[in-house]
């Protein structure tokens, strides 16, 4: 780890003017990946600053149509919330299967999303479930908010105060985990309002994306079937030694089936 | 868990400074240049040596001394590895400098600021790349990149048999490169008395008698009453912590340099892009079959990539190792055997777990099961018809096979497994959507290693008794086992035993560590031994006191008996220490060491042996493979500790469905950077990999030593990997898939079963 200065501020207004003064600011917002990467000399920041102490950023509120989650919320509070468990299942299931206990303590929602790794959980969830991001100074669709490999429209310095997601009739988030990292090498999010079906697909691609296809398909017939013989073209999806492209191809199919089967269930 | 455990990184010392190794970002080049000014003047830096400093020290280098040669008398290529290079890199994350400064950080801030220059070459990554023609030379002595091509004979006699053979059956596989990982990372503390001059290493280690023997040679002269090597503990040995690594000259070279104590803790990257790996063979093998399906002949022929460096073991693994048992269980009338070692721009290969036998099981069983396919036969009746029955049995590679009853052990795994209703499961599991599979293997080992061994056992004055030795214990059990043995033997209680290890200055001189399974049938024989000699001595002390000659006494249960009294073990230890109760001439004390020396060396090892089978699922919508059920039955000879032998067939079955499973190593082809570098790429087995393993033994002693023990810490992963990939196969042959290549991924089933799609599906 390099040196840099470290910010602990107390409120958001705080936290938002030590961001915009840094030279090369990181937020903390948990640091699940972030610290591992500074101890690695992967990242070296001239600025952390530290969130945990920053005022109601965290906790969850339910609405009668939304669930609206602080950014600083942790995975095992979303997890284990009876209120998250009863609005939306699929978005507790979620968050109980990030990582391993230690980083769903630690970890929290905003970090994840600004992240935008294109393997983890929970971008797939803000997609699916329609969700606007809420930042110290507007408001970002899903649709727009996830932009590329490690970007989001987030501007320099911008933060995320809470995710605010609709609730739907009926969810469900399936993933196929890579065999040593855990993280998802596919997880197919499938969500139903009324008659209409968003799939958002992590994993295959540089972030996070909808399958329109299905989502029409599933519009008409909200069953496994209706999308068993819809294959994503795998040109643009990832390609490592863990997953081929043409096997992602296929694995956004087979986990998609399984979340509707599921959601349906 | 107590947490009392001492590993290397727990010894700090006052005035201790540290050390960072710059590694080579690349994996193949000329060094140009090494501009250390910077880092020199960097703050706290106390010194920065490169390999062109050590050479000018005249520091030794790593000699191949593997006595084997090619058909034609040529000798095996000599790497001669200097501990930092001086003409070119060799792999990436070869260390080419070290930084010494007072703190860890500063250190590393210094080794970033070396300026290292180097003209790149073309890597050389793969053995299939190694031997292709105009591959770049690894070594520019050796433009052929092959150390040794070995062979056992001419292929002659094989083609011979195979012209009369009714069927040949061929394979080709790969035996994929994996990595030992054991829990504790590289560290090593190296500290010069400001006195004497004399080094204490400290450092994770199977045995520190290599560590003293290398830093000698290297910095001493080989003086090597001027090293001590301690390790308290040892977080996981596997056969990579038995290896004396260029890192631990380097620390030393830097210690006796600056006369301070320097101290390295590896990270777990540079623990993985630097400690040896294992496996790594790509092979091409047949079996020749008469009409009654009897194996006429054995034709194999071996590329394995040995790294960059000819290691110490390296070079030897496919060919004293592999080639202990390189048929397997079975009767090979005629052998063909070719091994081209392979030098490549990666790290060395050299021993872990099992170290050849693995591979050399895994050819053979993959193809018997291959063979009963396609010879139309019962894949357990072929093994059946096959198995060697007579003993002692010389294989083609000279090894004398004492004893052993493979169709029994095969009889016991079956019946563990339930196989009389594996079609009904299967049938269950078709209703679910799913494949099931069985598979079962049938293996035998060769372990021992190297054929001495010395322990000392040596009664104190309080009454306990110490027994001092080289073997190291890091978590097999020794202090239980070796008690075990000199409990019974001398009917001392098992408490009052004590096992001091991991210092050579309290092991005796010439003893030499834990690996190849040996430590029970070498250090336990060795104690066995040492404890004859102590009753000898106590009958004649038990004499005096008894006043009977010491030919009258005998000694029965702990008790020197004479015709008239008798005395305990106990109380003979206490008058030995009392040279008033002693007879004349008898030295005090009761203190003996045994230097004991395997009967037949080299050949007359113990083997190992069993039956494994495993009972898989595949989900082939998603090419998942889960492990439902596994059933061993190991003879491992006489069973001294049924607890800790369990222990060592579920840890050696784990690692082996690690490298049939989940594990593999890989190298980016083109640039030889290491790919799978962090436990984010590089798959260990979890529990949920696993299933409960049911482990039964058919103990048949072992004739080649007292103690009838034959080793059992690696023939678990022997058997899981054929067990396991004959099962998935099993699983899939209705959907036409013929081959498989380990790790059996879900990304590596799924293609194997879409090109068999592909083909157009079962024939």
Not at chain 1, 107 to 125: E, L, Q
Not at chain 2, 692 to 707: H, Q, R, V, Y
Request: charged share 25%; aromatic share 6%; proline share 5%.
């Amino acid at each position: 780890m390099y040196e840099f200065n470290y910010h602990r501020p107390k409120s958001l207004d705080e936290a938002s003017s030590a961001a915009k003064d840094a030279e090369d600011r990181k937020i903390l917002a948990g640091g699940m990946t972030l610290i591992p990467s500074m101890k690695l000399r992967l990242a070296a920041p001239s600025d952390l600053i530290d969130l945990a102490d920053v005022d109601g950023l965290k906790g969850i509120t339910v609405g009668s149509d939304t669930v609206t989650i602080g950014a600083m919320t942790r995975h095992y509070d979303v997890q284990t919330s009876a209120d998250v468990q009863k609005a939306i299942p699929a978005l507790a299931a979620l968050a109980g299967g990030i990582g391993d206990p230690s980083v769903r303590h630690r970890g929290t929602i905003g970090g994840s999303v600004a992240h935008s790794d294109p393997a983890a959980d929970y971008p797939a969830a803000v997609l699916g479930l329609d969700a606007t991001v809420k930042t110290d100074n507007r408001e970002i669709a899903a649709d727009d908010f996830f932009t590329g490999l490690f970007e989001t429209a987030l501007e320099e310095a911008e933060i995320i105060t809470a995710i605010e997601f609709k609730i739907p009739d009926a969810a469900a988030y399936i993933k196929f985990p890579q065999p040593a990292s855990g993280f998802a090498l596919v997880g197919a999010f499938v969500a139903k309002f009324g008659g209409d079906v968003r799939v958002a697909i992590t994993g295959a691609k540089d972030c996070v994306f909808r399958v329109t296809e299905m989502e029409q398909a599933l519009a008409s017939n909200f069953s496994p079937d209706a999308i068993a013989d819809i294959q994503i073209g795998d040109d643009d999806l990832l390609a490592d030694i863990h997953c081929a492209a043409d096997y992602r191809a296929h694995l956004v199919t087979v986990m998609a089936k399984r979340a509707v089967a599921q959601a349906a269930g | 868990m107590i947490g009392g455990g001492r590993y290397s990184d727990d010894f700090n010392f006052e005035g201790q400074v540290h050390l960072a190794f710059l590694r080579s970002p690349y994996a193949h080049g000329r060094i140009t240049g090494i501009d250390i000014d910077a880092a020199k003047a960097a703050p706290g830096v106390l010194g920065v040596f490169t390999g062109q400093d050590m050479e000018a020290d005249n520091v030794g280098r790593f000699e191949t001394d593997i006595p084997l040669t090619e058909l034609d008398g040529t000798e095996i290529f000599k790497t001669r590895r200097p501990a930092l290079p001086t003409d070119k890199v060799r792999l990436a994350g070869e260390p080419v400098a070290v930084v010494v400064a007072e703190t860890a950080h500063q250190a590393r801030d210094a080794m970033e600021l070396i300026d290292l220059q180097v003209e790149e070459l073309p890597a050389v990554v793969t053995s299939l790349q190694a031997v292709a023609e105009g591959a770049a030379a690894v070594h520019d002595e050796k433009p052929d990149n092959c150390a040794l091509h070995w062979e056992n004979d001419t292929p002659d006699a094989y083609d011979a048999a195979a012209a009369k053979a009714h069927k040949i059956v061929k394979i080709e596989l790969i035996n994929n490169r994996v990595m030992p990982v054991p829990m504790e990372p590289k560290c090593c503390i190296a500290q010069v008395d400001d006195e004497t001059g004399r080094m204490t290493v400290y450092a994770p280690f199977q045995g520190g008698r290599r560590v003293q023997g290398a830093v000698a040679d290297f910095l001493f002269g080989g003086d090597g009453d001027m090293v001590r090597h301690i390790s308290d503990n040892t977080g996981g040995g596997f056969g990579t912590r038995s290896k004396v690594y260029p890192e631990i000259i380097a620390i030393c070279y830097a210690a006796k340099k600056l006369g301070r104590t320097v101290k390295w803790l590896g990270d777990r990257s540079e623990t993985m892009v630097s400690d040896y790996h294992g496996r790594d063979q790509v092979n091409r093998a047949e079996l020749a079959f008469d009409e009654n399906a009897k194996i006429l002949g054995y034709r194999l022929e071996t590329l394995t990539n040995i790294g960059a460096w000819v290691t110490e073991n390296g070079a030897r693994l496919a060919i004293d190792g592999g080639g202990r048992i390189l048929g397997g269980c079975y009767d090979i009338p005629v052998l063909y055997y070719s091994c081209r070692n392979m030098m490549t721009n990666t790290v060395s290969t050299d021993t872990y777990r099992g170290a050849g036998r693995p591979e050399a099981n895994y050819i053979v069983e993959r193809l018997m099961e291959k063979a009963a396919r396609e010879l139309g036969i019962d894949s357990k009746e072929l093994r059946r018809r096959n198995f060697i029955t007579t003993f002692p049995y010389t294989t083609q590679m000279g090894m004398k096979v004492d004893c052993g009853d493979f169709a029994a052990c095969m009889d016991i795994a079956l019946k563990e497994a339930d196989w009389n209703n594996f079609e009904a499961r299967k049938k269950e599991s078709a209703a679910r959507g799913k494949l099931r599979g069985f598979g079962l293997a049938s293996f035998v080992e060769g372990a021992g290693g190297r054929p001495e061994e010395l322990m000392r056992v040596r009664f104190e004055e309080d009454g306990s008794v110490n027994i001092y030795c080289g073997t190291f214990s890091h978590g097999q059990g020794h202090a239980t086992v070796y008690s075990q043995i000199l409990s019974d033997k001398l009917g001392i209680p098992f408490d009052s035993i004590n096992l001091i290890q991991g210092d050579t200055d309290t092991a005796p001189a010439g003893a030499s560590g834990t690996y190849g399974s040996r430590s029970s049938q070498m250090g336990g024989v060795a104690i066995l031994r040492a404890s004859d000699i102590i009753i000898e001595k106590g009958k004649k002390i038990a004499g005096h006191l008894l006043q009977a000659e010491a030919d009258e006494v005998a000694f029965e249960d702990g008790n020197f008996k004479a015709r008239e009294g008798s005395v305990t073990m106990q109380e003979v230890a206490r008058a030995a220490h009392d040279p008033a109760r002693l007879p004349d001439g008898l030295e005090p004390g009761l203190d003996e060491t045994y230097h004991y020396k395997r009967p037949g060396g080299r050949t007359d090892q113990s083997f190992p042996n069993g039956c494994h089978i495993c009972e898989v699922e595949v989900d082939p919508e998603t090419g998942s493979v889960e492990l439902l059920a596994y059933s061993a039955a190991d003879d491992c000879g006489t069973v001294l500790n049924p607890l800790i032998v369990h222990g060592q067939v579920h840890g050696g079955v784990a690692q082996g469905i690690g490298q049939a499973l989940t594990e593999n190593l890989v190298y980016d082809e083109e640039t030889g950077q290491l790919l799978t570098g962090s436990f984010m790429d590089y798959a260990m087995p979890r529990a949920k990999d696993l299933s409960d393993i049911k482990a039964e033994f058919n103990p048949i002693p072992s004739t080649n030593n007292e103690l009838g023990v034959k080793g059992a810490g690696e023939a678990g992963c022997c058997g899981a990997p054929p067990a396991f990939v004959n099962a998935v196969l099993n699983a899939l042959e209705p959907l036409g898939v013929k081959h498989l290549d380990m790790p059996l991924t879900p990304n590596n089933i799924w293609h194997a079963i879409h090109g068999a799609k592909n083909e157009g599906g079962p024939a």
